[in-house]
């Protein structure tokens, strides 16, 4: 662990003072708040960033990172996070379907863009991951491939926030935010903040951040409609010691008569595992779904693990959300992160997304005089739509792959098994994907192209599987295929770039 991410000391996370104006105050402290925390404070800002509870978190979100994301910490100068918290570099996925598999490599460096470094915000070297037990600087800074990884969530937390919490000009709180303040104008003033030992205190900035990430109490200040959908979940279990089929890489288990399972190392004996569930709503006896509907289609050498786990029955259950975003467009307000927009979190863009749009704040708005609120609201409002192109691609190809893999009719399912054979051919055919999976081709119209390539190709398959006196029923079909494409791919990709 570097002198960056130590433990900060705890005695002073009520002591915040409440008679100055910050530039900026973050609600929340997840991935995203310390990371804005931290850019800000580079930027010469004075920044008061609020917590319910700074003690590590145990959650099962946010343990995969996309090299996207790994990129965005690298202009942040966060980069070294990753460091000292026995994290798994990740270099790829193997997808399974039926017991057949594909292995899919993570994209080359120099197909890519070069990696920014915004201004201030990258000195000294922070921009380069440092060498530990698990992770190598030569991998990282040398390999001519982009790398992913995966970590505990709260270990990789803690770095973040004690890397906020060492800028000079960060002033840590840990309270619970009730209210956010605003004037006679019904623009935000800053917050209210209830503090053990001292009560309900007002805190007032000129710009007040609201990262309080997939519950967020504060995101409606936008606008009332502003509320995630839920449509489906995730049983998450832990499994020590496995054996997994591909080291180094996620795994994605498809098939036929099952969900979506999801497999990757978060340390250097734990595993997580992630089991897709059609509905909101799980099933009242997790262990007898999870041993009839996924235990059958799990690969054997991960058998051992699984098996141990689900005698313990750990569950941690997850629904999945999704929300667009809308535009920042109240005065003396910033929502960003899952506050902001949500997508499914089957690609794992979560934090990729989160971090790309801290990279693009920082642009936009970093060197501002935040007294000047117009002129902020101003950029904040173009902020929104130079967000588009990034962070639309992997939302809806969150959806699209979910819709995919998760299929649950006949159509959707020859989409799913196209979609597998598309990736067979190799080449361009995995290359392209995994750049938009990996968070590091923000064009939607590329993605456009890319799925529907795939829906064409499932009618080619299924011509040639009729052959010629079946011709006019496999037309039939792949008409019917080419709707069902259309209807899981445009209406998300209009409300991402027109909604």
Request: aromatic residues 8%; glycine residues 8%; contains cysteine.
């Amino acid at each position: 662990m570097n002198s960056h991410t130590a433990d900060m000391p705890t005695t002073t996370l009520t002591s915040a003072d409440e008679k100055i104006t910050y530039d900026a105050i973050i609600v929340g402290a997840g991935v995203i708040g310390p990371c804005v925390a931290a850019g800000l404070a580079r930027k010469g800002k004075k920044v008061l960033i609020v917590e319910r509870e700074w003690a590590q978190p145990d959650r099962i979100v946010g343990e995969l990172m996309q090299p996207g994301g790994v990129r965005a910490l690298r202009s942040l100068g966060m980069v070294q996070s990753i460091n000292g918290i026995g994290a798994i570099p990740v270099t790829g996925y193997s997808v399974f379907y039926d017991g057949k598999e594909v292995d899919i490599t993570y994209p080359y460096k120099a197909d890519c863009d070069r990696v920014e470094k915004v201004k201030d915000l990258v000195k000294d070297g922070n921009d380069k991951v440092l060498d530990d037990e698990t992770i190598h600087t030569a991998e990282y800074e040398d390999d001519e491939r982009e790398r992913g990884v995966a970590f505990v969530h709260g270990r990789f937390l803690n770095n973040l926030r004690n890397i906020a919490r060492h800028e000079p000009n960060v002033t840590a709180l840990q309270g619970d935010v009730i209210q956010i303040l605003k004037n006679k104008e019904s623009e935000v003033i800053g917050a209210r903040v209830d503090i053990e030992g001292r009560g309900k205190i007002d805190f007032h900035a000129h710009l007040t951040f609201v990262c309080d990430g997939i519950f967020s109490h504060f995101r409606a200040e936008l606008s009332p409609e502003h509320v995630p959908s839920i449509g489906s979940s995730f049983v998450g279990m832990s499994l020590f010691d496995a054996d997994v089929p591909a080291k180094n890489h996620g795994h994605v288990i498809l098939g036929s008569n099952h969900m979506p399972i999801l497999v990757y190392q978060i340390s250097e004996t734990e595993t997580r595992i992630l089991c897709a569930y059609n509905s909101g709503k799980l099933p009242k006896d997790l262990k007898a779904w999870m041993t009839n509907d996924v235990q059958p289609y799990i690969p054997k050498s991960l058998r051992p693990s699984f098996d141990a786990a689900l005698a313990q029955g750990k569950f941690k259950p997850m629904a999945n959300k999704y929300l667009p975003a809308r535009a920042n467009d109240v005065t003396g307000l910033c929502v960003i992160g899952d506050a902001l927009n949500m997508r499914h979190p089957l690609t794992g863009g979560g934090m990729t997304v989160g971090l790309q749009d801290v990279v693009l704040l920082m642009n936009k708005i970093g060197d501002l005089d935040f007294s000047d609120r117009e002129t902020v609201l101003d950029e904040l409002l173009d902020y929104h739509y130079e967000r588009k192109p990034f962070d639309s691609v992997i939302n809806v190809l969150s959806i699209a792959l979910y819709s995919l893999f998760a299929a649950d009719t006949k159509n959707l399912k020859e989409l799913q098994r196209g979609c597998f054979k598309y990736f067979q051919r190799g080449g361009d055919c995995v290359n392209v994907p995994v750049s938009f999976l990996a968070g590091l081709k923000p064009s939607p119209l590329q993605l456009t192209r890319v799925f529907f390539a795939v829906a064409f190709y499932t009618v080619y398959l299924k011509i040639e599987e009729r052959g010629f006196l079946g011709l006019p029923m496999a037309l039939l079909e792949g008409i019917m295929i080419l709707i069902t494409a259309v209807r899981v791919f445009t209406p998300f990709l209009f409300r991402e770039l027109i909604g």
